[in-house]
């Protein structure tokens, strides 16, 4: 069954490949934040020294916010296990993230799995770090953090008289009236509106992969540090590139959307315009695409929007959505029997079962 009229079927495998073909789909992708996400390593935000831009007069190095790799595949697979597991196609106990891996379901095997002896596989999604395209100092702001007692004040009247252990300066313990509480903390937090260009890059897709990564990108609205109150980010999309290579880095393309904003903008406090930063991302991913010494068949502008539509409707449909994802499941348990010990006879078990 084809799922997909607008892309060619020679772009994609008929059954998962178990050595590496060349096939290469590139999901070409602004990160945008849209409350206080946090990257961070030791309670401080990741940030890197790089040039500015490719241009000789924007060679000065600047320091920018990163994104880790895994800081961005992490949420977008376990979106994808969330929906294997609602749609019955994988549970808790069979499969638990980084505790024990099934092995043989669309998410082992597309994003890999590493299980001592027992076992591995190398992830198809491949991710680079991403770099934000304003500076450091324009891209962050830090808060005052505290935890106020359920009086709504930071003055305690009793309430954890006989638990408090930390004195203040005049002796008394944490928690008697009087005293104010200890617990106050300042962080960083990365501001709304800050733009992380990503290229993520799946390899050897077929039809069901390609869909389900694509799928997960669209639907993972949170990244960064767990919590229940920021990490709030939109993954725009500006195009998807298939080729027989993989092309440039997360920074050059960076770099290249920063040489298109103005000195006046880029100095100023305000927010770069998104509307330019999709227009200039998309201008820059085409100018350097040119120079990649590789086959590639673009879907970038009009072409893409087609194909974006094409997605999110067979997506947002519960039962193509199932049929994608049953076959994405079908594909991962027919690798596993052939490529992964200790599958071949489960897989068959499940197999008369059915």
């Known amino acids: 069954m084809q799922f997909i009229t607008t892309v060619d079927a020679k772009h994609f495998h008929t059954e998962i490949p178990a050595k590496p073909m060349g096939k290469y789909v590139h999901f070409i992708t602004i990160r945008v934040t849209e409350s206080y996400p946090l990257f961070q390593t030791d309670q401080e935000l990741n940030k890197a020294k790089v040039r500015g831009g490719l241009k000789r007069e924007n060679r000065a190095p600047i320091s920018r916010l990163t994104m880790f790799k895994r800081k961005q595949s992490t949420p977008e697979r376990l979106v994808g296990r969330e929906l294997l597991r609602n749609y019955g196609l994988m549970t808790a106990e069979e499969c638990e993230y980084n505790v024990r ?19 591995s596989e190398k992830s198809k999604v491949v991710v680079d770090t991403a770099f934000s395209i304003t500076p450091f100092d324009d891209s962050h702001e830090s808060f005052t953090l505290n935890a106020p007692y359920e009086n709504g004040t930071m003055t305690a009247k009793g309430e954890k008289k006989e638990l408090g252990k930390t004195k203040d300066s005049l002796g008394k313990l944490d928690g008697e009236i009087g005293t104010t509480t200890s617990r106050i903390n300042q962080q960083d937090h990365i501001r709304p509106q800050v733009f992380f260009p990503s290229i993520i890059t799946l390899k050897d897709p077929t039809e069901a992969s390609f869909l389900y990564v694509f799928n997960n990108i669209l639907r993972t609205s949170r990244y960064g540090a767990q919590t229940t109150r920021t990490g709030k980010m939109r993954n725009e999309l500006i195009g998807v590139v298939f080729a027989d290579g993989e092309i440039m880095s997360n920074l050059r393309w960076t770099q290249a959307i920063y040489d298109q904003f103005s000195t006046e903008i880029l100095q100023s406090l305000e927010p770069l315009d998104e509307d330019d930063v999709m227009e200039y991302a998309e201008v820059a991913i085409k100018t350097l695409l040119q120079d990649e010494p590789i ?31 049953q076959k994405a499941d079908t594909e991962a348990k027919e690798y596993a029997s052939h490529h992964i010990k200790g599958k071949k006879k489960a897989t068959a078990k499940t197999g008369d079962k059915s």
């Open 101 to 119: 891996f099934a092995m043989d379901n669309p998410d082992c095997i597309i994003y890999g799995f590493a299980i001592g002896d027992s076992g």
């Open 295 to 325: 086959v590639h068949i673009d879907f970038i502008g009009n072409e893409f929007q087609t194909l974006l539509r094409e997605v999110k409707a067979l997506t947002s449909q519960e039962e193509t959505l199932k049929a994608i994802l």
